[in-house]
């Protein structure tokens, strides 16, 4: 007989099912755990660094509006690792640019700082959620992967079955829960990966309408300097 299709009850634990699998459903486990590891990791490293934006764009921008000297605020805050402080560096480094010379274009200068300050909130909200990425791709191909190594599994058991001529519940058991277990493990990875995907993206828009928000705001303010100017 095989030796997968002789396990006892004591044998059915979950690392005795890896340790007994096939070499292909093994790999298949092993790759759905390292990636339910990098899962969890991104899923507290992205909610640690997007709690500390949040608080830190609406600490900035409280500031911003209760200085009274732009210039100085840019000279203390612009160089800060922060979406907020780098969509405002975008606008005063256009507005600089765009009134550096003896005449002033007002409708062409406001076109460009909204330009300026708009990429920057894109570029900003790119660079926040680059590892979402890899959260959708766990979370729509974990429970393939699973699959794939259930379907391999029940072959293999299926296998077992006919060389052993016997398909009595003891020895179909261990085969299809060790199938089965590769399902349950890509579950494991999806579900969180899934969860977290959809949580972060809601907390990335929300992070990219406060920023566009105070770009509009941080415009106004321009576009009222330019009012003023001759």
Known sequence: MNPVFNMD?????????????????????????????WTWAIIIGFSVRLKRTRKEMTKFERDFWKADDIDAFHKAEAERDLPSARVFAAGVREWRHSTAGGQIDKGGTRERLATAMGAAAASEIDRLSDRLNILATVGSVAPFVGLFGTVWGIMRSFTGIASAQNSSLAVV???????LFATAIGLFAAIPAVIAYNRFSHGVNRIEAALNRFADGFHTTLSRQLDTSR
Not at 173 to 179: H, K, L, M, S
């Open 173 to 179: 058991a261990p085969g299809i829960a060790e199938a």
């Open 9 to 37: 009850a004591a044998t059915m634990s979950p690392v005795a099912l890896f340790l007994q699998a096939d070499w292909v459903v093994k790999f298949v486990m092993g790759g759905l755990l390292a990636a339910s590891v």
